[in-house]
Each structure stands twice: as C-alpha cells, then as structure tokens.
C-alpha cells in the first residue's frame, strides 16, 4: 500500500506559476511510474502529466505542454509538476496516483490517488 500526499496548491493570477508536490509513504513507489490527473468542478478527471520510474520519460496533455513539467526525486519519495504561464482554465484539483501499467494518459491504470490539492488562476 502506497499513501499519496498532495500539497503546493493556492491561488495565483494568469501567467504566475505554482508547484506541485506529490509525496510517498508506505511501500516504495521506486519503480513505478507516476502521475498527475486534474479535475474541474462539473468535469471529468483529466490527465496532465506523467513520468515513468527512472525519470528519463516524460508524457504531458496537449493542453499544458510547454507550460508545465513534471519530475520525481526518489530519494525523497516525492513527484513534482512545475505550473508555469497559468490559465484560469488551469483551475481544478490536482491528484496524483501511481501507474501500474499500460496508457500513461488513461486514469483506469493508476491506483493510490491522493486527495488532491486545488489549484485556482483567476483571470
């Protein structure tokens, strides 16, 4: 068993930045991918980033490609996502979860979520 810890959401203007931290306690999470989904009120849960265990791979949504970068740092046992040039349509909760296998972007393969942390970018 895995336990996911979001924390780094806030409140920020368009164009300002945030960074989002996704740490791991229990059993290890060395050696599976991560990543990071985001849901709007009233929408479906949405994929954002991911990173496969090593760190070499990196997969983004269309939508925040460029914008947004994702990392892990396994000594710490933590994810990151790096939020930079934010849109309010950029505004959601953000869940982390751990990757089994298969489609990166595909919420159905990840297991552990976490509770999630909001993130809001006004206008």
């Known amino acids: 068993q895995v336990q996911l810890v979001e924390s780094g959401g806030g409140l920020v203007q368009a164009g300002g930045s945030l960074r989002l931290s996704c740490a791991a306690s229990?059993?290890?999470?060395?050696?599976?991918?991560m990543g990071w989904f985001r849901q709007a009120p009233g929408k479906e849960r949405d994929f954002v980033a991911a990173i496969n265990w090593t760190g070499g791979n990196t997969y983004y949504a269309y939508s925040v490609k460029g914008r947004f970068t994702i990392s892990r740092d396994n000594a710490k046992h933590t994810v990151y996502l790096q939020m930079n040039s934010l849109k309010p349509e950029d505004t959601a909760v953000y869940y982390c979860?751990?990757?089994?296998?298969?489609?990166?972007?595909?919420?159905?393969?990840?297991?552990?979520w976490g509770k999630g942390t909001q993130g809001n970018v006004s206008a």
């Open positions: 979860a751990v990757h089994m296998s298969g489609d990166y972007s595909d919420h159905r393969v990840y297991r552990f």
């Open positions: 229990g059993r290890t999470f060395s050696g599976y991918g």
